[in-house]
């Protein structure tokens, strides 16, 4: 049972232009939510949360968008770079809780 | 990965043998969490411990597998008689648990456990 679910394996966008990276959650009980970038080899690096008394958190290029209502949350990444290629994670939990995540979403930014 | 530490980096092992796999929590955390990740799948929460204490092994496959965090030193996983269905990324994170805050967890740069 995938609590939490994204359902592009992979998104390709060209440098500049807006990457928009999704996710679908079915435990009405996570309350916390996380996205995580990865690159091959190594761990991954938090990038940016949002509680869910939150809609929207914004840090920089990257804001974060939660619909409680739809059990969705989306990464929005403005201007996309190249740097940016990498495989995204999605992470939820409940309060102090561990972290459970999506299978990934890598994605590519072309030059 | 901001500052937690795992060693070794690559662990081989063969059927039979012992694995053990270090972590070192950020200065400051005393929350240590264990994953796995298994090729092209995400990483799946394994135990969750505090100093001295397991609080969550939910994960944990029931033999074979254990973890501790003691007083002094670092968090170990221990897996005894590993199998090749071992192999896997194994990642270790911490936290603060400040309350009133969410729960941000960081992760070090994972133990790639390879059985032959």
């Known amino acids: 049972d995938q609590q939490v679910k994204q359902n592009s394996p992979s998104l390709s966008v060209q440098e500049g232009r807006i990457s928009i990276l999704n996710c679908d959650y079915t435990?009405?009980?996570?309350?916390?939510f996380l996205w995580y970038k990865k690159y091959p080899a190594e761990g991954p690096t938090f990038l940016i949360s949002i509680s869910s008394i939150k809609d929207k958190n914004e840090d920089g290029r990257f804001t974060v968008f939660l619909n409680k209502s739809a059990k969705h949350l989306s990464l929005h990444i403005v201007p996309s770079q190249p740097g940016d290629s990498a495989v995204y994670f999605c992470?939820?939990?409940?309060?102090?809780?561990?972290?459970?995540f999506g299978k990934g979403t890598k994605l590519t930014v072309n030059p | 990965n901001a500052g937690v530490m795992q060693n070794p980096r690559h662990l081989v092992r063969r059927r039979g043998q012992e694995a053990r796999l270090r972590c070192s929590p950020m200065?400051?955390?005393?929350?240590v969490y264990w994953y796995r990740q298994l090729p092209e799948e995400g990483l799946k929460f394994m135990v969750y411990l505090q100093k001295e204490n397991i609080i969550d092994e939910s994960g944990m496959p029931k033999e074979r597998f254990s973890a501790e965090f003691p007083k002094e030193g670092p968090s170990i996983l221990r897996i005894q008689q590993v199998v090749r269905g071992d192999s896997a990324a194994y990642f270790c994170?911490?936290?603060?648990?400040?309350?009133?805050?969410?729960?941000?967890?960081?992760f070090g740069p994972g133990t790639r456990l390879t059985v032959l």
């Open positions: 435990n009405s009980m996570f309350d916390y």
């Open positions: 992470a939820a939990s409940e309060v102090s809780e561990k972290l459970v």
């Open positions: 994170a911490s936290s603060s648990r400040l309350a009133g805050s969410g729960d941000t967890q960081y």
């Open positions: 200065k400051g955390h005393s929350h």
